[in-house]
């Protein structure tokens, strides 16, 4: 499949990665809006929110600790930050491969 987070979960594509496990793998935005920008992915495929099924429940719940792991990783825990998950054409989706934007290390707006 021609996915770039695929080819990033494979080791075919680098990346700069915060947290790696069997399930998640955590990396540095390549094109970062904040100090502190990670995706964070499952190394399933997943198009995006609306294609999580009821068999990915426990590794829904898992990215969330994942989340928090690189919440803490990155120090973002201490002064708060954003997560965001980006779902088709409105949403803005530009890798269609579920993915959750940790972002922080500057004070947010709140902007549509
Ligand atoms: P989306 O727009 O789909 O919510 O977010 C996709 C994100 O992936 C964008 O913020 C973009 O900068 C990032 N991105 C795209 N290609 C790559 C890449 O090859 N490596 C990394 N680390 N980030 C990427
Ligand atoms: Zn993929």
Same mark, same amino acid.
């Given at each position: 499949?021609?996915?770039?987070?695929?080819?990033?979960v494979?080791?075919?594509?680098?990346?700069?990665?915060?947290?790696?496990? &069997?399930?998640?793998?955590?990396f540095?935005d390549?094109?970062?809006?904040?100090?502190?920008?990670? $995706?964070?992915?499952?190394?399933?495929?997943?198009?995006?929110?609306l294609?999580?099924?009821?068999e990915?429940? &426990?590794?829904?719940?898992h990215?969330?600790?994942?989340?928090?792991?690189?919440?803490?990783i990155t120090?973002?825990?201490k002064?708060?930050?954003?997560?965001?998950?980006?779902?088709?054409?409105?949403?803005?989706?530009?890798?269609h491969h $579920?993915?959750?934007?940790?972002?922080?290390?500057?004070?947010?707006e709140w902007?549509?």
């Amino acid at each position: 499949m021609d996915c770039i987070f695929c080819k990033i979960v494979n080791g075919e594509l680098p990346s700069q990665k915060v947290y790696e496990d &069997e399930f998640a793998v955590a990396f540095h935005d390549i094109n970062p809006i904040a100090p502190v920008h990670v $995706l964070t992915i499952p190394k399933k495929h997943i198009s995006s929110l609306l294609d999580i099924g009821t068999e990915d429940k &426990e590794l829904i719940g898992h990215l969330h600790q994942v989340i928090q792991n690189v919440a803490r990783i990155t120090g973002v825990d201490k002064t708060g930050f954003r997560v965001i998950t980006n779902i088709g054409e409105h949403g803005q989706q530009s890798v269609h491969h $579920l993915h959750y934007h940790v972002i922080g290390g500057r004070q947010l707006e709140w902007k549509a």
